[in-house]
């Protein structure tokens, strides 16, 4: 106990609040994973699969319970956002792998292999080393510093390749090969995700500077990004939607994990300059 005191002493405060909020919304996630997928088990039985493009998910209460599971998780995800950096907050959804690989395991009936073990450990040591040496936040006064920051020409070269990458997944790869290989739907969720993330940090910026009395939503910047973040969730939810209704659980959580995870830490480096 002494030697994590000392180590959460060494971190800056604001990082010590988004690494327990990070903590917390991984819990919430891993769990909402295995509850959203038996919803929409139950109700691909008796209507169109999301897989297949249905939308009868939208009539189960199950699914909405997991989906509700993952709004509470997501907002502690935001609130840890405005506290601490990316590249700290983004690789602690390791801890939603283990959980959701877990219950897949013992909900789902989904065999987790010694190969999924490993991976499973690799995740988990990879993300606590990025924890202990993620750097200090640069700090920011108003959003429209960030908004600087995602209009220079490395973050908007970076942002016009994720939007052409998805625009051929989604009308090239999706309609062939959606259905029998895993990284088309992933890879969409993965790409929209990193721009996510840096207008969740930039929303959850304003926010907690207009808590403080600075306020923020008087710029057209925040609004702007609160556009892209609603842009970018639903277009996530739909296509891990369809993930988790095609295939095996147990696989979907640790490459989207691996993938978001990577794209955003990339992102992070570009866009803040890390």
């Known amino acids: ?24 919304s991984s819990l919430f996630i891993g769990a909402s994973f295995i509850v959203k997928k038996k919803g929409l088990k139950k109700a691909g039985a008796s209507g ?5 493009g249905g939308y009868s998910y939208l009539l ?68 606590t080393a990025i924890v202990l040496h993620a750097p200090p936040e640069r700090q920011i006064e108003s959003v429209t510093e960030v908004w600087d920051l995602a209009t220079e020409p490395g973050f908007l070269f970076y942002a016009l390749l994720v939007l052409t990458a998805v625009f051929i997944l989604i009308f090239h790869f999706v309609p062939q090969y959606g259905q029998s290989h895993i990284m088309v739907y992933i890879g969409v969720c993965s790409l929209v995700g990193s721009i996510s993330v840096m207008s969740v940090k930039a929303v959850g910026i304003a926010l907690k ?52 995870t990577t794209l955003t830490i990339l992102a992070s480096v570009i866009m803040f300059k890390f």
Request: include cysteine.
């Open 1 to 24: 106990m002494a030697a994590v005191r000392r180590w959460s002493e060494g971190m800056a405060s604001d990082n010590v609040k988004g690494l327990v909020l990070a903590l917390s």
């Open 48 to 52: 169109i699969r999301a897989g297949s």
């Open 60 to 127: 189960e209460p199950l699914w909405w319970v997991g989906m509700i599971t993952m709004v509470v998780g997501e907002i502690a995800n935001f609130a840890a956002y405005a506290f601490a950096p990316a590249i700290l907050v983004t690789p602690l959804g390791a801890l939603s792998i283990i959980i959701s690989a877990a219950l897949a395991h013992i909900i789902l009936r989904e065999k987790l292999h010694t190969f999924g073990i490993l991976g499973c450990v690799l995740c988990v040591v990879g993300s």
């Open 209 to 260: 500077l207009t808590f403080s009395g600075m306020n923020q939503l008087v710029y057209p910047q925040t609004w702007a990004f609160t556009l892209v973040v609603v842009t970018c969730v639903v277009t996530q939810m739909n296509y891990l939607n369809k993930a988790l209704d095609t295939f095996n659980t147990a696989v979907v959580s640790p490459i989207y994990y691996v993938m978001f």
